[in-house]
């Protein structure tokens, strides 16, 4: 159950037929009003910082809600036994 308190849900319609730096933005801003709220979580510690996981690449962002990097592509490998 507190593995929950890791993740922030966005509300895709805000984000739709929107270019991916007013995406970003708004993004940003949820990020920011988060922090504000919760600074810290329970088990976990205090927030150093946010990675949004967003058409199939991680966005790193600080608790300012500020990007701190480029886009890192998301991949996956399956292994079967």
């Known amino acids: ?3 929950r308190l890791r993740y922030i849900s966005l509300n895709l319609k805000e984000l739709y ?3 991916l ?3 970003l933005k708004i993004i940003s801003n949820i990020l920011k009003n988060h922090y504000k709220m919760t ?3 329970p088990l976990f510690g205090d927030i150093a910082g946010y990675n ?3 058409l199939g ?3 790193p962002f600080d608790v300012s809600g500020d990007l701190k ?3 890192i592509s998301e ?3 399956w292994i079967k036994v």
């Open 1 to 3: 159950m507190m593995f």
């Open 17 to 19: 037929f929107k270019n």
């Open 21 to 23: 730096d007013t995406q």
């Open 39 to 41: 600074k810290s979580l």
């Open 52 to 54: 949004a996981h967003f």
């Open 57 to 59: 690449k991680i966005y």
């Open 69 to 71: 990097g480029e886009a």
């Open 75 to 77: 991949s996956e490998a």
